[in-house]
């Protein structure tokens, strides 16, 4: 049943990317927001809006029983759960189908099984993924860390099996490390996910991020390519493109074949990311997780395949079929996001929310903004950092490049600080410019001190 | 008397965590850059040091409260 009124249970710019998706559709869109988002510019777009809460995101864009209600007391016959927050949370999937609300994403378990490193990587193995030589299964004792890292050869990365988003992950060097740090990791996973299961993988050496971009209906899924996310900052992606440049025809294609496999056989319904450390020294690509959300990242695939991802998900959540065959999904140029967040680059990147006093936002072919700011808009401190997404496309990538430089020094947004300073010294450096970074350059780039006043 | 101000707007925090003491109590001697509180911004935690050797007279703000940039947060006696 096509979807008719949609609840969006998130906040910022994806919120706003959803609900110019759905109105474009004819959808009639429901935005939930905090009392500290009262005046958020997606509530001021919606067709209605309702409070769900104090600004705490655990008590409103959390709290799953409200949100529900919400979404009950609204008539919303679905829910798009935007990034973050809910976006991958199976009980909130299941609270939803117990209410018979749609959740604009995968089932509950598919996000459980996939949210699982271990059951996701069984089930990559068993649709031919290849996967960094690692644990079989979940490890409970520092003995069997040991034996598991004596196989696959150190250094060894340890992680939790229920973790997310990079945190607890610890990398031992040798035995000794490894019996120091697995007890820290075990007891860590318990206090952060109630679940001290272990698994440890062998460490890619400055490995680039590579990811595909699914979609699936659940009777068939297809890619839309890859995207390089290599840079980044304490594991959080800055600057993203489409597609990886590193990547010869013939990789590029048993990567992208390889996500479609998996994404069939768990028969994904949705936006889904599978995620990837290549080595580009072999070739080589390893899985390391899937996503089962819309990315942050997604507008680069957009504009290099002209495929509205948030709309094929509200679709296929409707119960249509993929609107694209895969033979149809061509890629065309190049396209480049940077990640704009309230912070200072030059102090340490300090949070620094404000009021937007004045902004000028370039424009022009090939250049895209997705943001939430207006002028006079106070940015609470409560949520993260990230403010909008610059995206340009152009026919290569370093015409993007240069682009990117255009649009940049055409972006100013009065009253705060932005991290515009890093991005327009990013797009000027020779490393970057000849795509020779990896996963592990940012940092040491920044401690160098190659971004100044 | 001096105060300390908030560096950023956010969330005002006395203790490290909730089974943690209080940052300082009254009558405790404070040096300068001894940590007085965290404020929690854009899911960051800053610490708010003391940029004057005095005593701690006491907090202004709460545990938890919302604070703006500049504003007082605890204050000290000479």
Known sequence: MPIKRLFIANRGEIAVRIIRAAQAMGIHTIQAHSEADAEMLAVRMADEAVCIGPAQAAQSYLDVVGIVKAAQATNADAVHPGYGFLAENAGFVRALDAVGIIFVGPSADTIDRMGDKVAARQAAEAAGVPVVPGSKGRLETTDDAVIVATEVGYPVMIKAAAGGGGKGIRIAENEDDLRKMAPQAQAEAKASFGDGGLYLERAIQNPRHIEVQILGDGKTAIHCFERECSMQRRRQKVWEEAGAECLDDATRTHLCDTAVSLAMAVNYVGAGTLEYLYDAETKEFYFIEMNTRIQVEHPVTEMITGIDLVQEMIRVAGGERLSHKQEDVKRTGHAIEVRLNAEDPLMQFMPFPGQVSAMTIPSGEGIRFDHFLYEGYQIPPFYDSLLGKLIVHAETRAKAVDLMITALNGLKIYGIKTTIPLHLALANDPTVRSDDFHTQWLEPWLAAGNLKT | ?78
Not at chain 2, 27 to 37: L, Q, S, Y
Not at chain 2, 41 to 60: D, P
Not at chain 2, 70 to 76: D, R, S, T, Y
Request: proline letters at 5%; zero cysteines.
């Open chain 2, 1 to 78: 008397m001096v105060a300390i101000q908030s560096p950023v707007p956010g969330t005002f925090y006395t203790q490290a965590s909730p089974e943690e003491p209080m940052f300082k109590s009254a009558g405790d001697a404070v040096a300068a850059g001894d940590t007085i509180g965290l404020v929690e911004v854009m899911k960051t935690f800053i610490e708010v040091k003391a940029e004057a050797t005095g005593t701690f007279k006491g907090y202004v703000a709460g545990d938890g409260a919302a604070v703006t940039a500049g504003e007082v947060l605890a204050e000290l006696e000479d």
